[in-house]
């Protein structure tokens, strides 16, 4: 069993920052790819970085490349994604989400999840 905990989220104008923070514990994090996926209200969840676990490897979707970056530091069982330049379309429950090795696109090849943080980007 992984537990995981996000953290950062909040109400940014556009243009702005946000650093979310996602801590592991109780398992396997250093041998799990993580992933950051968002969910807005009526839409489905969908992907948005991914990390490897060895941190070497990283993937993102089209809609967030060049804005935010995702990074881990495995001695701290922690999983970051640096959102710059945020917009309004951004605006969404944030969750991370861990893999056992393989990263992957897809929510549903993930097996653990955190309860999410919201992040609100206004105009």
């Known amino acids: 069993q992984v537990q995981l905990v996000e953290s950062g989220g909040g109400l940014v104008q556009v243009g702005g920052s946000l650093r979310l923070s996602c801590v592991a514990s109780g398992g396997t994090f250093s041998r799990s790819a993580m992933g950051w996926f968002r969910q807005a209200p009526g839409k489905e969840r969908e992907f948005v970085a991914a990390?490897?676990?060895?941190?070497?490897?990283?993937n993102y979707a089209d809609s967030v490349k060049g804005r935010f970056t995702i990074s881990r530091d495995n001695a701290k069982n922690t999983v970051y994604l640096q959102m710059n330049s945020l917009k309004p379309e951004d605006s969404a429950v944030y969750y991370c989400a861990a893999r056992l090795w393989r990263g992957s696109t897809s929510p549903n090849d993930y097996d653990y999840w955190g309860q999410g943080t919201q992040v609100t980007v206004s105009s």
């Open positions: 990390v490897s676990w060895r941190g070497d490897t990283t």
